[in-house]
């Protein structure tokens, strides 16, 4: 029985889409022990931010094949870790934009009419109009950290609101920003023009503490600055002091570096101008829909074998490119395949080469397939199209991909995949044919036009006379049935390729029979 452990709050559309295909068991705060204790049982996880997945607990997790984080930030998993064991991981890149785009612009709003503690101060008896005088946001300046996709919806609704908005984003483009209508800064010269700035980024190893006392000091008086996007960006210590001695206006935050945020934080001491609330930026119903039914969908497909639409750790391996190119990647996983048995031990370099029309497809998936089919031989199961990039790079292979768009041996193009070792070197080579056909059309340079079977016996030979009855009788004599054979050669009595395909696989002692053949140099059974 397939089996999913939710262990966060999840909105019961996803649950029930779950339940479609699994057991779903939910289990929200559970303690790593515990969670550690458990996950060896199942099959697929979805979080929220609450669960925290670390190595340890991947390492635990024998049966687990999808992640699914029901939002957009992973930084609670290690992804690194679940790529290294093939586990995919998934998100909700846009379920929960609007969201928290309009969480920050309610924290600004909220800031600069002082709503919470105009609320608390009339709750408790007061009545202090004066005090609370704010400002407008109107014709104020914002700086936008990161124009992406909740970015740009503050951005958006901000010059809705009649704001000059400014923008620093170093992967944005001069002529995205000129769509928007937002002028692109330099982070220092943002800070130093803004009324407000709102924090729309990633935590990374780049932006932690971005947000530092020095940067602080270099703001307006006035200037108010708001976080809703991670925890870690902005130095907490210093941001507490700067409101509290008026070296800014005012601050809002929504996530911290450590979550909850701790009893003793010296933000919980700041009486005045901040605003903290726990992490709410996805917390509308319409966003907790949104990325229960999407993720719950992606791990629903994944446990029934299709692809996911927005994996994290296979880059470029979406579900609209691996529908598209299904057989491509059949072809590419079959070469690495049957490349990795014709070399027979480690290999030091792969060359993949897309030729003709193949050189039009994205180069990035076809090699994944190929690493995963080459790799799978001494791998098995274990190795996947999460995992195979890694593997291969742990294992010293080094890739290198040629896109060579003038040879035009087929109409659909073809795919050589050649490796190297310190013995030898191989090649082969195939292509797609009509109605998603594949075929083996060279081994090793010599033309061929085979049909991948499951069974199959390469040999490499001299083309002489009764070569190929002394081999057809030997296989016959141990009751293996040909099911084709296919011979290639470039002269006639050089050398030549066999390629024989095979009901039954090759017994080890009938491949030293063959060996023994006069004229046979290599043989090479090959299980696809
Ligand atoms: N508070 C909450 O509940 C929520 C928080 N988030 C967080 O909000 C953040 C933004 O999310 P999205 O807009 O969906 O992501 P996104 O990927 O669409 O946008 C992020 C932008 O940040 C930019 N960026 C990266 N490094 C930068 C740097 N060093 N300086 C300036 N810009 C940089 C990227 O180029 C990109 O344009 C993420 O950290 C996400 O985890 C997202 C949803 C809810
Ligand atoms: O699940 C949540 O409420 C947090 C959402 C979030 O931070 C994200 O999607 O990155």
């Keep these: 029985m397939t089996k999913v452990l939710v262990s966060d709050p999840i909105d019961q559309a996803g649950i029930d889409i779950l339940s479609q295909v699994a057991q779903v068991d939910v289990r929200t705060g559970l303690p790593p022990e515990e969670l550690k204790a458990i996950i060896g049982d199942y099959d697929a996880l979805m979080i929220r931010s609450g669960t925290t997945v670390t190595a340890e607990i991947i390492e635990a997790a024998d049966k687990l094949r999808i992640i699914g984080r029901a939002g957009v930030g992973v930084d609670n998993v290690d992804v690194p870790a679940a790529t290294k064991r093939g586990v995919l991981v998934v998100n909700s890149p846009e379920g929960n934009t609007i969201a928290a785009a309009e969480q920050a612009l309610a924290l600004m709003l909220a800031l600069s009419r002082h709503v919470p503690h105009a609320h608390a101060s009339t709750m408790a008896g007061g009545w202090d109009r004066k005090k609370y005088v704010g400002n407008e946001l109107y014709k104020k300046k914002l700086g936008v950290v990161g124009l992406g996709k909740i970015g740009s919806h503050v951005a958006r609704v901000a010059k809705a609101m009649g704001m000059d908005v400014m923008a620093y984003d170093p992967y944005v483009s001069a002529e995205r920003a000129q769509q928007m209508q937002v002028r692109l800064l330099p982070l220092p010269a943002l800070f130093a023009e803004a009324d407000f700035v709102s924090l729309h980024l990633p935590r990374t190893p780049d932006t932690e503490n971005l947000v530092n006392a020095e940067l602080l000091k ?64 996805a917390s509308t119903e319409e966003a907790q829909e949104n990325v229960a039914i999407d993720v719950a969908e992606q791990i629903r497909d994944v446990l029934l074998g299709l692809p996911a639409r927005s994996a994290v750790n296979i880059p470029g391996l979406n579900a609209e490119v691996m529908e598209q190119l299904k057989p491509h990647l059949q072809l590419a996983e079959t070469l690495g395949q049957l490349l990795s048995q014709l070399a027979g031990g480690p290999i030091s370099e792969l060359e993949v080469r897309l030729q003709g029309d193949f050189a039009a497809h994205p180069a990035q998936p076809l090699v994944v397939a190929a690493l995963k089919g080459l790799l799978s031989t001494a791998l098995g199961d274990s190795i996947n199209y999460v995992n195979a990039s890694l593997e291969a790079k742990e294992r010293g292979i080094h890739v290198l991909e040629v896109k060579d768009d003038a040879s035009r041996d087929f109409a659909g193009g073809s795919l050589q995949l050649s490796c190297r070792n310190s013995q030898a070197s191989h090649s082969v080579t195939g292509a797609v044919f009509a109605e998603g056909e594949l075929r083996i059309t060279t081994i090793d340079e010599f033309p061929v036009n085979v049909a991948p079977s499951r069974h199959m016996l390469f040999t490499r030979h001299r083309d002489m006379p009764g070569i190929i009855g002394q081999l057809g009788s030997l296989l016959g004599e141990h009751n293996v049935n ?41 043989a090479h059974p090959v299980t696809l």
């Design 482 to 522: 040909i099911a084709s054979m296919q011979v290639g050669r470039r002269i006639v009595r050089g050398d030549a390729v066999m390629v024989l395909s095979l009901d039954d696989p090759i017994p080890p002692s009938l491949l030293v029979s063959v060996h023994a053949i006069n004229g046979i140099q290599e």
């Design 218 to 281: 270099t703001m307006k008086s006035t200037a108010r600055i708001v976080n809703c996007a991670r925890g870690g960006i902005i130095d907490e210590a210093a941001l507490a002091e700067a409101v509290e001695n008026g070296t800014i206006g005012g601050a809002a935050l929504d996530v911290y570096a450590k979550e909850p945020l701790e009893a003793g934080s010296p933000l919980r001491q700041v009486k005045e101008r901040l605003i903290l609330t726990p992490h709410l930026g």
